[in-house]
Every structure is written in structure tokens, then in C-alpha cells.
């Protein structure tokens, strides 16, 4: 990915800290929630990170790779769904940290508009439908609760949240209205 595919403002960078290279340095990941009305689409996780817990879907985005491209890809592995690049509807920027540690950029996003049905798969096992104002967050990635239900709501927004060095307790969690992202 380049620099140019997204743009973070001065202010937001000065305000955790980061210069454009660290920022540019950390892992870049995609997650996305499929809703339809009121309710959302989740998967529970076999392997890797949020294992055994209720997950949208997403992963890594490969070399070579847009942001959507491997967001379509993440959800199709995962699901068996298939979306589309323009049916993703860009909704936060999650920055995570483990202590000191610069982890993962996160894109997320929301889509309403697929093709198929959910199906276990090597990474993603049961699929169920919940509230769109009650998911599961005792079984979900801790800090879920302090940003998803604003995200489903309508909220686009642009978040920092710090995990303790072993990613079991959050720290400290800021959100910010979302600015100028560009996604392709």
C-alpha cells in the first residue's frame, strides 16, 4: 500500500505521536461487518488472532494488495460471501497498540450487499446473526464495546485504542471524527 492511499491530518498524527513512516510502518488490516437492517453477520474465528471469539471478517492485506482488494478477498475466505469493492462502505480507521508496541492499522467497513450464504471455512467456523444493537461483546475482542456500537450507528470515525502489553485489557481508547481516508 502507499502513502497516498490514505491521508491522515498533521494534528491526528502529532496527537499520538506517530510520524508518517511509523505510521506507514504498522501492519496493515482489514475488517467488515455485513448488516442487513438491523442485525450483523458474525463468524467465530478457528486460528490467529481473536481466535475462538466472534469476529466481522478480515485479515492482513497482502503485497500487491489495495485495502479493498483484500478486503473482498478476507471476506470471501472467511465467509464464502461475495462482495464487491463498491459495495464497501468505509467506516473507521482503528489504530491498536499493545503497550508501546505500534501494532495494526485496521480499515473497517461496513457492507450490506453480498452474494451467497455464510459456510464454514478453514478459518472462520459458525456464522449466526445478531442485533445490530446487541452483539455478543462478552465473547468479542475486548474494546469492541467501546467503538462498534457508535460504527453501527453511523459513525465514521478514526480510533486509538491502547491494549496492555499482553492485548488483554484496554488502556486507553480515543475517537475522533473520521477526516480524508481514500480508499481503492
Not at 501492519?27 to 450483523?40: A, H, N, Y
Not at 489504530?95 to 508501546?100: C, H, M, P
Amino acid at each position: 500500500m502507499t502513502a497516498g492511499e490514505f491521508m491522515i491530518s498533521f494534528v491526528q498524527l502529532w496527537f499520538i505521536a506517530l510520524t508518517p513512516r511509523e505510521y506507514l510502518a504498522m501492519k496493515l488490516v482489514t475488517l467488515c461487518f455485513c448488516q442487513r437492517s438491523d442485525k450483523i453477520l458474525l463468524g467465530v474465528k478457528k486460528r490467529g488472532f481473536n481466535a475462538g471469539n466472534w469476529n466481522g471478517y478480515g485479515g492482513k492485506v497482502e503485497s500487491g494488495e489495495t485495502v479493498t482488494e483484500a478486503m473482498v478477498r478476507e471476506i470471501r475466505d472467511e465467509s464464502g460471501l461475495i462482495v464487491k469493492k463498491e459495495d464497501l462502505e468505509y467506516v473507521s480507521l482503528l489504530n491498536i497498540f499493545y503497550g508501546d508496541a505500534r501494532a495494526f492499522a485496521c480499515h473497517t467497513f461496513i457492507t450490506r450487499e453480498w452474494e451467497g450464504e455464510p459456510i464454514e471455512t478453514e478459518e472462520v467456523g459458525h456464522h449466526q446473526w445478531f442485533p445490530a444493537e446487541k452483539p455478543p461483546f462478552e465473547n468479542m475482542r475486548k474494546g469492541d464495546a467501546l467503538w462498534l456500537p457508535d460504527v453501527l450507528r453511523g459513525a465514521k470515525l478514526e480510533i486509538y485504542i491502547q491494549y496492555d502489553a499482553g492485548g488483554n485489557n484496554v488502556e486507553t481508547i480515543t475517537t475522533l471524527p473520521l477526516q480524508s481516508i481514500q480508499t481503492r
